[in-house]
């Protein structure tokens, strides 16, 4: 039997519950189905207007819309460009994720799939994601959680990212007005040699960078006091790898999930050929400390 004390801070607990069901900025959601308990059918609508954020949904009951649009403009200028990349946790379950298009929908995610936390993209003109709650007898301990990217789909070294174009990942050179755009506006941005190669299909492989003009994201992280230079891992297409030790290259790139991804990464003897006839004519699109030195991030 409860005291009137206990009781009394029960109920204080189940009205804050009742009060606080969801959380948003613009950026991530986190809510709680327990706010359909009493009418399943509701759909609810979640409006998030950031490139990148996260959704978790405790308790799945009923089916929420996730409208995504982006906080500035694609780089392009068309919103046709942008993709849309998921990751679900390792943990993510209760509801299937569809994508939905004018009433239509088209399964993305099972919730069996979510455990292997795989990136799934899709173009962002395709439509909304409709997430819908798997009917369960106890929805206790059930959350539905994942990360999200807005990601342009054309720019330096997006062909390299694979899960944007499934199954169509080539090594085919960037151009050199490419090249000169990625220094600029890649993730990041340096210069270094490959130390090691995992041995699955796209497994990170180790670098050493001499060199760092740029990083948004410290993917990368300076040695130790008497060791210069910067360390870390990027994924890389195993057919795409210059040999461990080998040749400098430039190395451009994009951060997803927290993953450093190669783009464009031409040897980087070619590079400064390219950087000093472009300086020259006037047509770089910024310029870069050659010496090393982070330039911005």
């Known amino acids: 039997m409860l005291r009137p004390w206990g009781a009394l801070w029960i109920t204080a607990v189940l009205l804050c519950m009742a009060g606080a069901q969801y959380s948003s900025d613009q950026c991530s959601w986190r ?16 409006y998030l207007r950031c490139s990148q954020g996260s959704l978790e949904w405790l308790y799945p009951t009923g089916a929420i819309i996730i409208n995504l649009r982006p906080n500035t403009e694609p780089p392009s ?8 990349c998921i990751k679900p946790h390792p943990l993510s379950q209760g509801s299937h994720v569809f994508l939905e298009n004018n009433g239509d929908l088209k399964m993305l995610l099972a919730e069996k799939d979510q455990a292997q936390g795989t990136v799934t993209c899709f173009s962002l003109a395709e439509g909304a994601l409709f997430v819908e709650s798997v ?13 999200y990217e807005l990601v342009p789909s ?6 390299m990212y694979p899960y944007l174009h499934p199954g169509l990942v080539t090594c085919k050179p960037c151009s050199d007005e490419e090249v000169l755009m ?31 003009f740029r990083q948004k994201s410290r993917v990368f992280a300076r040695g130790a006091a008497r060791k210069r230079g ?5 994924n890389v297409p195993s057919q795409c790898i210059g040999h461990p030790g ?10 997803h999930f927290g993953e450093a991804w190669l783009g464009c990464a031409p040897r980087y003897k070619d590079f400064l050929r390219l950087y ?5 004519a006037g047509t770089n699109p910024c310029e870069i400390d050659t010496n090393g030195e982070i330039s911005s991030g």
């Open 31 to 46: 809510g709680s189905g327990l706010s359909h308990e009493s009418h399943r059918r509701d759909v609810e609508q979640v």
């Open 77 to 84: 200028g068309h919103m046709a460009d942008l993709k849309v």
């Open 135 to 147: 009917p369960q007898a106890d929805i206790s301990r059930r959350i539905t959680a994942f990360q």
């Open 154 to 159: 054309q720019g330096p070294g997006a062909h």
């Open 182 to 212: 990625a220094v600029c506006t890649s993730d990041f941005a340096g210069s270094g040699i490959f130390r090691g190669v995992g041995s699955k299909n796209r497994s990170p492989a180790a670098v050493t960078l001499s060199r760092l």
């Open 230 to 234: 910067w360390g870390g891992r990027i």
């Open 246 to 255: 080998g040749d400098e290259y430039l190395l451009t790139g994009s951060v």
């Open 276 to 280: 000093v006839r472009a300086q020259r």
